[in-house]
């Protein structure tokens, strides 16, 4: 008998094992239901959101169709042939757009920050600059930016003083690092607010000066913070870089103009304005998904 016991524990255990390998989690037929009824309520709302998006599609274009200016409207701004005439030329000058964007963008984040810092330091002998930081960022807040613009292009040069650039490429790139950075200042000096005293207080309690706080506590826990706003702010300077065509650049805007001047049919704006758009979409659809990837990670409590 003990042998036998001894040979049936093998075959029980395994038995056992089987079992438990069965008995996985099933979901209750009250559960499946209501799972098949979210998914059917899902599909009904996609078909729903599918079908009132083409109507309404299709009710602006019989609207606008139908209109009694369309064929003038039709010839003056979508004209295929002087799209296909503008586009090339629209492209070229796009890349002083670009050009202009990535070399302003670099100085408003450093420009910024350093306002920031500024504005946020401690103390009474740094009143004095804390007061020039905040004149200078309520100042061009509220400048608008075209204003400033013609103000750099044209003030600038009736100065004429010696060793002062007049090219309206650079003192338009100019007046956008001055008004921009007004606004990155604002955006990095929420981030730096938005961290805890604590930290700061807990930095200095293990001997860190305070530069050596807001370098190595406060800053990079700020910055990860201001990351999404700060790419709408880069959206934002990528659209007004073809504010300088005021001044005789020859942008992406500026040749659309041309090409309309010489014909007269605005289709080349149009263009322009088409390219300008299939630039920023990635860039904005790239914030709004970093900005729910960051809030993810904080509702998680992971890194952000």
């Known amino acids: 008998m003990s042998g036998d016991a001894r040979t049936a524990e093998p075959v029980d255990v395994a038995k056992d094992a089987a079992g438990d390998a069965d008995d996985g989690y099933r979901p209750s037929e009250r559960r499946l239901a209501h799972e098949a009824y979210r998914r059917g309520r ?63 963008g670099v100085l408003i984040l450093v420009f910024g920050l350093l306002l920031a810092v500024l504005r946020t330091l401690r103390g009474p002998v740094f009143l004095p600059v804390r007061l020039l930081a905040t004149a200078y960022v309520d100042f061009f807040l509220g400048l608008p930016m075209i204003i400033c613009l013609l103000v750099m292009i044209t003030g600038v ?20 690092v001055l008004t921009y950075s007004a606004y990155v200042s604002e ?24 530069a050596q706080a807001m370098r190595y506590v406060v800053l990079p826990q700020a910055v990860r913070r201001v990351v999404p706003p700060l790419l709408n702010n880069l959206v934002s300077l990528q659209k007004d870089t073809g504010l300088v065509s005021i001044g005789g650049a020859i942008d992406a805007v500026y040749a659309a103009k041309i090409i309309a001047a010489h014909s007269f049919n605005f289709t080349p704006y149009l263009v322009a304005g088409l390219v300008f758009i299939v630039l920023t979409i990635p860039l904005t659809r790239f914030a709004d998904w970093l900005t729910g990837r960051m809030n993810r990670r904080q509702f998680q409590g992971g890194a952000v």
Do not use: K
């Open 157 to 176: 040069p009736a100065l004429r003083l010696s060793g002062v650039t007049t090219d309206p490429l650079l003192l338009g790139g100019a007046a956008l």
């Open 42 to 104: 899902a599909r009904r709302s996609a078909l729903i959101a599918t079908a009132s998006t083409l109507v309404t599609a299709v009710a602006l274009y019989l609207l606008v169709v139908n209109s009694p200016g369309w064929e003038v409207t039709r010839r003056t701004f979508f004209n295929l042939d002087y799209a296909r005439q503008a586009l090339p030329e629209v492209l070229r000058g796009l890349r002083l757009n670009l050009e202009l964007m990535l070399g302003c």
């Open 187 to 210: 955006v990095f000096r929420s981030g730096i607010e938005s961290v805890h005293p604590s930290q700061r207080a807990a930095a200095r309690s293990l001997g860190l000066t305070n």
